[in-house]
């Protein structure tokens, strides 16, 4: 089994996710296209789709011993609305990190539609071309 060391000085849940998750962003190349393999494959070849690197960062941020669950729904990117996939970490609620952005600077739209398995990304999928949605109001 490969280990994984993440430098973090500070033991706060959000923290550890947001080194976890730019650990992720920068070591593990993104692959387009279908598939699923588990998080120790992913890590092992150093390369995953979108959702492959979702639920690896879920694993190794749930290795630390804090709650992280892999999340679906939509994003809102360069003014569209994407239906993507994200990890949340909870730290006193539910904080987003997405290993495709790699650094919580600036955060996009987010709308979570599901907290399940993989199995309901394909079910949201055909329900989110029916769906407008307008940005009423930023908050920060």
Do not use: Y
């Not at 150093?46 to 190794?60: I, S």
């Not at 994407?82 to 495709?100: C, G, I, K, T």
């Not at 739209?109 to 307008?134: H, I, Y």
């Amino acid at each position: 089994a490969e280990r994984v060391r993440v430098q973090c000085n500070i033991p706060r849940p959000e923290a550890v996710a947001g080194a976890l998750e730019v650990w992720v962003h920068k070591t593990i190349r993104f692959r387009k296209g279908p598939g699923m393999i588990s998080p120790a494959r992913v890590l092992g070849a150093r390369q995953g789709n979108e959702v492959e690197r979702v639920l690896l960062l879920t694993a190794l941020v749930q290795s630390m011993g804090l709650q992280a669950r892999p999340v679906w729904g939509l994003v809102l990117v360069r003014g569209r609305w994407q239906l993507r996939s994200w990890v949340e970490v909870w730290a006193d609620r539910w904080l987003p990190f997405d290993p495709a952005i790699g650094a919580r600077g600036v955060d996009a739209g987010r709308v979570r539609l599901a907290t399940s398995g993989v199995g309901r990304l394909m079910d949201l999928a055909l329900r989110a071309g029916r769906l407008r949605l307008d940005v009423l109001e930023e908050t920060r």
